[in-house]
């Protein structure tokens, strides 16, 4: 447990840099994963995959860029579907909860020290 | 330098102000000694007086004296008692006003009411004080200086009310002891009257005053306050007897009040028992004994001597048979006896030296002693069991009468820990949950399954979706991964309430006030546990997964 809240730390210290901006990707390939939990998938290899088939070609069905100062940038592919469209939707709500959480953990860990 | 002058002028000309307008005290009758004004003994010794004579309430004896209340309270009664007695209202209660009690509450001092005036208002010269002791007891009260006055002072009445209660001439203990609202006033009080009559006839049969006296007057004041000489008077047989037969309450309230100034466990006043336990055939019974009767015993256990000297007239104490009657003349003339003052001389001190060598020589005497020194012992020892055992009693009472109180506390305190352990699992559950969110690795649901999400260090997102994947399909991963992003928002904010306790652990524990830092930490502490279970509250969704490989939990909890 402690090891993994390590890992996570590591991480998350990891990603304080680039925190001032925010990218959402939705892409649209051929897609079927049989993985287990044994061995964990690394996105990279998933979109390796989308690409090695040859039939069905890779494209950006959506895409979201938020900057801290609010500027928000979107794309979105005439032929998106809805359920498409909800997918990247939850996705760019799923990404700034998260930042959101983490900076506020880090906010309060720092005042917390800072006190002690 | 005149500046300077002139602002310690000003700040001397306000302190009088203060002074004369009361917000001060005037230290100038204060006592010598701060510190026997300033003890809380002091203070008690004054509550005490104030409410022998009827200025306080019985509830005002074990006032807590840190609620500002209590002084309050003391300050402007003990004004009333100086106004009452002509002195200086202040408040303050100085040497003066220590006096003035001293001379109408005590029984062992300022016993001679003619002197009162002198110590009240310092009005007596040398002169007159000599004077007054060659005067004859005819011509005593031609000198009386405040004559008219002391007999009108309501403080005086206070005091004579009081003592005739003490020395049992009112006709019930309960119903006339002294309390603020007490009528003084002979006059409109029929009792007060009649107890001033009562005390009369006894005065007379004692031979303290002369002639038949009407109503309260110097000379029967001064009778009825130099106590030594009633007791003196009881102490010759002839006095005694007739006295016992008319006034058996007095004779018993004189005895009590000399047994107490001699220290033994009573009070003087209302006779008062104790149960006493006796064991007969296995079985316990318990029978009230009267704490005089207690107390004189021990006085004739004490001094051997007195049971000695009585000679068959007297009804002699009898320790086999509790029946008879164990005041008599004798035990008086040894109480006069043991409160006349004795002058120690370097020639007593030696013969006292000589006396004490003379024991240590004799065996008898040595063993005597130590019976003595081991019957102090046991006293001391009996004293504590009867406080132990007065105290698990208590304890006990006080269990038996909140039983159901303490076992609903303790059914609250199970359920609350049993939702708390609950939530414990839980939260350990989502921050392990939440943490696995961070790997980076890509997420994908069921199988096979058309879509894979991901995200990076800073949280880019990316989503790769199968073109064939169905609607429904979608929605299902979808909604998947967005609860996996709110178990690690979920997640971060238990760890930062738990860093938060631990934190405040470590601050309690390395302070010099721990335990206040401990008690004040407890409401933030449930705070914060507060805030975890909302957190876990806020996942509705989320059920611990027993079934999962990795699940710290395997048994479901509910």
């Known amino acids: 447990m402690m090891g993994k809240f390590k890992d996570a730390m590591q991480t998350m210290a990891d990603g304080i840099g680039d925190l001032s901006k925010l990218d959402v990707v939705t892409f649209q390939g051929s897609v079927t994963l049989n993985a287990t939990d044994t061995a964990p998938l690394k996105f990279d290899a998933v979109m390796s995959s989308a690409m090695g088939n040859a039939t069905v070609a890779v494209k950006v069905l959506a895409s979201t860029q938020t900057s801290i100062d609010g500027d928000i940038v979107a794309f979105y592919d005439k032929d998106i579907t809805e359920e498409q469209r909800l997918a990247h939707a939850d996705l760019v709500l799923a990404g700034a909860e998260s930042r959101a959480a983490s900076i506020e953990f880090v906010r309060s860990i720092v005042g917390e020290i800072a006190d002690l | 330098m005149d500046d300077k002058f002139g602002i310690i002028d000003k700040l001397g000309r306000g302190l009088d102000a203060s002074v004369s307008k009361h917000y001060l005290p005037n230290a100038t009758l204060a006592s010598d000694n701060p510190n026997k004004t300033d003890s809380s003994a002091y203070i008690r010794a004054i509550r005490a007086r104030l409410i022998e004579l009827g200025y306080l309430g019985e509830g005002h004896k074990f006032a807590n004296r840190h609620n500002p209340q209590t002084d309050r309270i003391l300050i402007k009664k003990i004004k009333q008692f100086q106004h009452d007695a002509g002195i200086t209202q202040d408040g303050w209660a100085g040497k003066l006003t220590w006096r003035v009690l001293e001379c109408l509450v005590s029984f062992e001092n300022q016993q001679s009411p003619a002197l009162w005036g002198t110590v009240w208002r310092k009005a007596a010269s040398e002169k007159w004080r000599s004077l007054w002791q060659q005067s004859t007891q005819e011509n005593q009260h031609h000198i009386w200086l405040l004559k008219g006055e002391v007999l009108q002072n309501k403080t005086v009445m206070r005091a004579v009310y009081c003592r005739l209660y003490t020395l049992g001439f009112f006709t019930d203990w309960d119903k006339h002891r002294i309390h603020t609202k007490t009528i003084i006033n002979p006059s409109e009080n029929a009792d007060f009257q009649n107890a001033i009559d009562q005390f009369c006839v006894f005065a007379k049969q004692l031979k303290l005053v002369k002639n038949a006296c009407s109503g309260l007057d110097i000379n029967l004041l001064n009778a009825m306050f130099e106590y030594d000489n009633i007791v003196a008077r009881l102490g010759d047989n002839t006095h005694f007897a007739p006295a016992f037969t008319a006034y058996p309450n007095t004779i018993e309230a004189i005895a009590r009040v000399e047994l107490w100034l001699l220290g033994y466990d009573i009070s003087p006043g209302k006779e008062q028992t104790i149960r006493r336990a006796t064991r007969r055939f296995k079985k316990r019974t318990f029978a009230s004994v009267s704490k005089t009767q207690l107390a004189v015993r021990q006085f004739y256990s004490d001094y051997p001597v007195v049971r000695l000297s009585d000679n068959e007239n007297d009804k002699i104490y009898d320790e086999r048979s509790d029946n008879r009657q164990p005041l008599?003349?004798?035990?008086?003339?040894?109480?006069?006896?043991?409160?006349?003052?004795?002058?120690?001389?370097?020639?007593?001190?030696?013969?006292?030296?000589?006396?004490?060598?003379?024991?240590?020589?004799?065996?008898?005497?040595?063993?005597?002693?130590?019976?003595?020194?081991?019957?102090?012992?046991?006293?001391?020892?009996?004293?504590?069991?009867?406080?132990?055992?007065?105290?698990?009693?208590?304890?006990?009472?006080?269990?038996?009468?909140?039983?159901?109180?303490?076992?609903?506390?303790?059914?609250?305190?199970?359920?609350?820990?049993?939702?708390?352990?609950?939530?414990?699992?839980?939260?350990?559950?989502?921050?392990?949950?939440?943490?696995?969110?961070?790997?980076?690795?890509?997420?994908?649901?069921?199988?096979?399954?058309?879509?894979?999400?991901?995200?990076?260090?800073?949280?880019?997102?990316?989503?790769?979706?199968?073109?064939?994947?169905?609607?429904?399909?979608?929605?299902?991963?979808?909604?998947?991964?967005g609860f996996q992003a709110k178990l690690y928002a979920a997640g971060l904010t238990i760890v930062g309430h738990l860093l938060r306790i631990a934190q405040r652990i470590v601050r309690t524990v390395s302070s010099p006030v721990g335990w206040l830092l401990a008690l004040l930490s407890l409401a933030n502490v449930a705070n914060a546990i507060k805030a975890i279970n909302q957190q876990i509250s806020l996942v509705e969704k989320y059920e611990l997964d027993v079934t999962h490989r990795k699940s710290l939990f395997k048994t479901r909890i509910s």
């Open chain 2, 328 to 481: 008599n003349a004798a035990l008086m003339a040894a109480f006069s006896a043991l409160s006349t003052s004795i002058e120690v001389t370097d020639s007593d001190n030696e013969s006292l030296n000589a006396s004490v060598s003379q024991l240590w020589q004799s065996k008898s005497k040595q063993n005597a002693l130590r019976t003595q020194f081991n019957k102090l012992a046991n006293g001391i020892f009996d004293g504590l069991k009867r406080m132990v055992s007065w105290l698990f009693g208590a304890v006990k009472r006080v269990l038996e009468k909140t039983k159901e109180v303490i076992a609903n506390i303790a059914r609250y305190i199970s359920k609350k820990a049993r939702t708390c352990y609950l939530s414990v699992v839980k939260a350990f559950d989502i921050v392990y949950s939440g943490m696995s969110y961070l790997k980076g690795h890509a997420f994908h649901y069921g199988a096979p399954s058309k879509t894979c999400f991901a995200h990076d260090n800073d949280f880019d997102q990316f989503c790769c979706i199968d073109s064939k994947a169905l609607p429904h399909q979608i929605s299902f991963d979808r909604t998947q991964y």
